[in-house]
């Protein structure tokens, strides 16, 4: 059910434009004896400037108008009187009750990504999933030692006004900072682990348990030292209230202390890992092997990365490869198998996954290549492959790859592209490399109107499925 939001009152306007001229199929007195009351209708079909409306007796109206639903949607409409001018009534809705989407297109109504992260992340692991929580778990990074970006922020606006000054001062940035200023200043001096702990190094931007050896006395070691660093730093101000000082020593404690305990959810599923084993006896001969999708030259790549996982390609392309195999494989996924093997007799394909690391937003991926019959003579398919992900510094961003007899097209759009402008030269080298022409072009991605960027999945949910009938 639909009730109506204050943010739908545009809506309600356009519906009460809806208008039963005399003549309608339905006897003008019925309709009169309903005036004032709801009514239950069924919405038949869409016509031009109209719609043809099914009353609970049978019989059916016409109403000029337009509504932003489709044919078969339950509707709860208020008859009202006509306005001064007018001669027909008015239909007024309450309530609209879609029909429910077919079974074989929910991963195009609800995102796969979180029942896939779901299940992935259920106790005990489910015994056809242990291929992908095995890659999940070599894949995970640790936990943060400091929250990032945005959510430091949000913990420094906690702060009374006298701690954020004082703080400030400590920083070096003064006691009248604004509170991105205080974020960066600290992020700096808490993820210098060099100075914190020799040996010890940190992937761009946090610490990151990963780095150290994943060891838990490691990270309550650097964190201390963390500490004892703030508390001398502090110390150098004595024009801070001591008052001022202990609070705040006691405030990085905290924060550090909490960051290390902190887990991206779809990594707590790595935990249960080890035992996880195949039935042999559920769904033999569909299941995959339990190491099935750790490739030698994934572990090469790790082994000689001592950094975030997310970023060698070698675990980006496991993870995906990993995640669409399961996601279309009937025997580990029934749900959502379905979906895109109609989608393969389409030559298209649309996937949602969620991401191993911490703040990523899921992945959605789009795929299609061109039909046989529009081929060019030599019979090479154009393939075309459309990303859609948010990024940390760059936001929202879309990445287009086309490959063909002209070569490679790459095409990126995203919200900071002066981001990438720098690196784009070394990007078309490197992609030149697999020795066919490249067009790289890069491009500012903004948003519509309703002052949001459209996700992947809404602009894939359109025309039905040809297979579909």
Known sequence: MDPLSPQSANLVTAVQALLVRQGAAMEGSSLLAL???????????????????????????????????????????????????????RLQLQEARPPAPPALLLPLIQSEAA???????????????????????????????????????AVLQELPGNLLSSLGRTLGTGGLATIQELATSLQAFLQDPQKAMPGLSAEAGLLDAALLGAKGESR???????????????????????????????????????????????????TAIPGARTDPGARSGSALAADSLILPKLMTALQSHPGSKAELPESWEAWIRGSLTTLANPAISPREAPFHA????????????????????????????????????????TQRVLLGLKFSQLGETRLGMAQGSFGLQIRI?????????????????????????????????????????????????????????
Not at 54 to 78: D, H
């Open 220 to 270: 309550d070691a650097l964190a201390q030292q963390q500490v004892l660093r703030f508390q001398a730093l502090i110390a150098q101000h004595p024009e801070i209230p001591a008052g001022d000082r202990d609070a705040l020593v006691t405030w990085i404690r905290t924060l550090l202390q909490k960051g290390a305990e902190e887990t991206p959810p779809i990594a707590k599923a790595a």
């Open 115 to 153: 029942t896939l992260a779901a299940r992935l992340t259920q106790e005990p692991p489910l015994p056809e999933l242990a291929p992908l929580v095995r890659l999940l778990a070599l894949l995970a990074d640790g936990p943060r030692s400091l929250p990032a970006g945005e959510q430091l922020q």
């Open 35 to 89: 005036l004032g009351q709801d009514v239950e209708v069924l919405l038949q079909t869409l016509a031009p400037g109209g719609v043809k409306l099914q009353f609970p007796s049978g019989q059916t109206v016409t109403a000029q108008g337009e509504l932003p639903y489709p044919e078969g949607t339950q509707l709860r409409v208020r008859i009202l009187p006509p306005v001064t001018g007018e001669t027909g009534l």
């Open 342 to 381: 109609l989608q393969a007799k389409e030559g298209t394909a649309f996937f949602e996954i969620p991401l191993p690391w911490a703040q990523a937003s899921p992945l959605q991926i789009w795929v299609e290549s061109d039909p046989p019959e529009e081929r060019g003579r030599g019979g090479d398919a």
């Open 413 to 469: 759009w995203t919200e900071h592209p002066e981001a990438l402008e720098r690196e784009k030269e070394s990007m078309k080298m490197e992609l030149e490399d697999l020795g066919k022409p490249v067009d790289l072009r890069i491009y500012s991605l903004t948003q519509g109107p309703d002052g949001t960027i459209p996700s992947l999945r809404s602009l894939v949910v359109g025309p039905t499925l040809r297979a579909l009938g």
